[in-house]
């Protein structure tokens, strides 16, 4: 447990120019999803999705040690690609999510 517990410590520690920058990020490409909704405010339970997988991923990459942290042109470019794949992970949730609401209210 006292693993767990370390891992969201650490997730929470996240510094706030990181956050920052996924934050922006995330809202950038939130902006352009959202013409792509059948609601487009929907984008507000949306948006926290792509912001949480993005910090996962940077988290994931963080403990994996696959960039130094110090170097800024190496954090910038691993922050962002954080960000495409937390978009990606996320958009993917929400559209098989949808897809399986739809599916259910059918039968139903």
Do not use: N
């Not at 693993?3 to 352009?32: K, M, N, P, R």
């Amino acid at each position: 447990m006292s693993f767990l517990f370390g891992h969201f410590s650490e997730f929470l520690g996240t510094d706030w120019q990181t956050a920052a920058v996924i934050a922006v990020l995330c809202a950038t490409a939130a902006y352009f999803i959202k013409d792509y909704l059948a609601q487009p405010l929907m984008i507000i339970f949306v948006y926290p999705f792509l912001v949480l997988f993005s910090l996962l991923v940077q988290h994931g990459f963080t403990q994996l040690e696959l960039f130094a942290s110090k170097k800024l042109d190496q954090w910038l470019m691993w922050t962002i690609m954080a960000s495409i794949c937390g978009i990606t992970i996320g958009l993917v949730m929400v559209a098989a999510l949808g897809a399986l609401r739809e599916r259910l209210g059918r039968r139903a």
